[in-house]
């Protein structure tokens, strides 16, 4: 397009999606979701991360830790801390805050233990039907990069699609 005394004038349109502040704990998409904070250190043992971060596991094990039917050694301590058993929703928004409100005032504790090498993620179990996703608001992403924790999705699709 040409403006005023023949000069190019870009024109652009820009949809945006309606915002969503509330939870949609119904999510018509999703069949079931749950998210786990998980905490992986090589010095750090998984009672020391509980008393640092003052939060009870939902599950641990210490490097060494037989697994995979005792043919495998565990390569680090980990700690984990899941919404699967506290929290229904299909809204994995609402999972993520459960676990951001437990993190809520214990920023220099996750950045000590960030510092002696402990590496902190989420990830979230989503089993979707249909077409849409999990997302996340702008608040939650604020939080969580101050914190220095980053976020991934186990995607699976249901059977229910492929009915």
């Not at 509980?50 to 939902?58: F, G, K, S, W």
Request: proline share 3%; aromatic share 10%.
């Amino acid at each position: 397009m040409l403006g005023a005394g023949g000069a190019a004038r870009v024109s652009s349109v820009v949809m945006l999606e309606p915002q969503h502040a509330d939870y949609e704990d119904s999510y018509a998409t999703c069949v079931e979701t749950y998210s786990t904070l998980r905490v992986f250190s090589d010095e750090i043992a998984p009672a020391e991360m509980t008393r640092l971060l003052q939060i009870e596991p939902t599950e641990s094990f210490r490097k060494g830790d037989a697994h995979s039917q005792d043919k495998l050694r565990r390569k680090a301590n980990g700690w984990f801390f899941s919404t699967q058993m506290i929290c229904d929703s299909k809204d994995t928004r609402r999972h993520i805050d459960t676990i951001l409100s437990k993190l809520e005032g214990k920023q220099d504790a996750v950045a000590s233990m960030q510092r002696q090498g402990c590496k902190f993620d989420i990830t979230s179990y989503w089993v979707s039907t249909g077409h849409g996703g999990p997302w996340l608001m702008p608040q939650q992403m604020l939080t969580l990069g101050r914190l220095g924790i980053g976020v991934w999705w186990d995607v699976y699709f249901s059977d229910e699609d492929n009915a």
